[in-house]
């Protein structure tokens, strides 16, 4: 199914902060606000195990990524990490599982890498696998800079799996959520003046859900 119409951002809705989200020619664009903390344009409907796929092209200073499994809790609450942890999340903050778009760190590159937005950080590469200097080679052949790039996850129960450009990238086990939204994110800039108005735009999102 098309989570994109093409045309308007029906069943999305905008989670965090007041970056700028538009519909320009056939791309869900994003632009980067100042003063404002990391934006997410969120599906409407929660999904557990899926594969999604998308294109994407960044404006080189301006990082980005796409949350799944996500959630944001109408009130704050303290969550479980798993590992005999606990965090408190605020009320309204977006948090679960972000798949990279790195381009603003050439020198690192973890493109379809997984980060776990608002509760532990890096995964992978990271504590749940992947040599973080092969990775980083790999991204830097696999992303094509000013262009558009393809990424595809894939969650089937604990597992989740990423590739970009159609090589594969990340692949892990974690189960500590099994459902939520999908979100694009524009990240906070703080008060870089000179990275207002940057775009990150995303378009051919697609997802298929698993029995």
Request: proline share 4%; net charge positive; charged share 30%.
């Amino acid at each position: 199914m098309n989570l994109f119409d093409g045309k308007s951002l029906a069943g999305w809705t905008q989670k965090g902060g007041k970056a700028k989200y538009t519909v320009e020619a056939g791309t869900i664009t994003g632009r980067a606000v100042a003063g404002t903390p990391n934006s997410f344009l969120c599906t409407q409907k929660h999904y557990g195990d899926f594969v999604l796929e998308f294109e994407f092209k960044a404006e080189h200073p301006l990082n980005s990524g796409v949350q799944v499994r996500s959630n944001a809790f109408a009130e704050a609450r303290e969550v479980d990490l798993g590992d005999g942890r606990k965090r408190k999340v605020p009320a309204g903050r977006v948090h679960g599982y972000q798949v990279e778009m790195d381009p603003n760190q050439p020198q690192r590159m973890w493109t379809a890498g997984v980060y776990d937005e608002a509760r532990r950080g890096w995964l992978f590469p990271g504590p749940r696998g992947g040599d973080k200097a092969k990775f980083t080679k790999q991204g830097q052949k696999l992303y094509k800079a000013k262009d558009w790039n393809k990424i595809r996850v894939e969650a089937r129960g604990n597992r989740i799996r990423t590739w970009l450009n159609d090589e594969p990238r990340a692949d892990f086990r974690d189960g500590l959520t099994t459902k939520g939204f999908i979100g694009l994110q524009v990240h906070g800039i703080g008060g870089r003046k000179e990275l207002v108005g940057a775009t990150i735009r995303w378009r051919n999102i697609r997802l298929k859900e698993l029995k």
